[in-house]
């Protein structure tokens, strides 16, 4: 059975941090890109970061230096740093793990309000 478990999401000012967590269960991996997705009340959702099995990135162009994405092989994990963060970063910020497959957790809210 494939999990991906997100964590860390909460509510903070402007111009903050926060770092999210996703780790995964029931797949290789290592072979996966691994990705974030946001999703704010009313729109698409839309894709944040990504980080290959090789290590590479791309970053959509709204967080282009605020937002970092890592992972973890040996943890199973990929990671989301977020910094500056905006009122507009507000979203539910979902882990997808694709290769073959695409598989999704379940969500974690991110509110960047003062």
């Known amino acids: 059975q494939v999990q991906l478990v997100e964590s860390g999401g909460g509510l903070v000012q402007p111009g903050g941090s926060l770092r999210l967590s996703c780790v995964a269960s029931?797949?290789?991996?290592?072979?996966?890109?691994m990705a974030w997705y946001r999703q704010a009340p009313g729109k698409q959702r839309e894709l944040v970061a990504i980080i290959s099995r090789s290590g590479s990135t791309n970053y959509a162009d709204a967080v282009k230096g605020r937002f970092t994405i890592s992972r973890d092989n040996a943890e199973n994990a990929v990671y989301l740093q977020m910094n500056g963060l905006k009122p507009e970063d507000t979203a539910a910020y979902y882990c997808n793990a694709a290769l073959s497959m695409a598989y999704w957790g379940q969500g974690t809210q991110v509110t960047v309000s003062s």
């Open positions: 029931g797949i290789a991996f290592r072979l996966y890109a």
